[in-house]
């Protein structure tokens, strides 16, 4: 069976709730699939500093311990609900 549109944005477009929920989801504000606690966001931001890390690595939680990790593995691997 073919396709029912053409592509996302015409599904998007035709059906204006699926499209607040993705704005939703993929806003990192409150409650959105993204968010993360004040607390989190202070450790996160304070290991950046603290490990030097480039712009080009981020700062993930292995092991309980933050270091310093290759965009493309974290993304690979879904970031930390791939663990």
Not at 1 to 12: I, L, R, T, V
Not at 20 to 37: R, V
Not at 42 to 49: F, P, V
Request: aromatic share 8%; charged share 45%; proline share 4%.
């Amino acid at each position: 069976m073919a396709p029912k549109y053409k592509n996302s944005k015409d599904f998007y477009k035709k059906n204006p709730k699926k499209a607040q929920k993705k704005s939703d989801d993929n806003n990192s504000g409150k409650d959105g699939k993204y968010a993360h606690t004040d607390k989190y966001k202070r450790e996160h931001k304070a290991a950046r500093k603290r490990l030097d890390c480039p712009k080009s690595k981020d700062v993930v939680k292995k092991k309980g311990k933050w270091t310093c990790e290759s965009l493309k593995i974290n993304r690979g691997r879904g970031g930390s609900k791939g663990k």
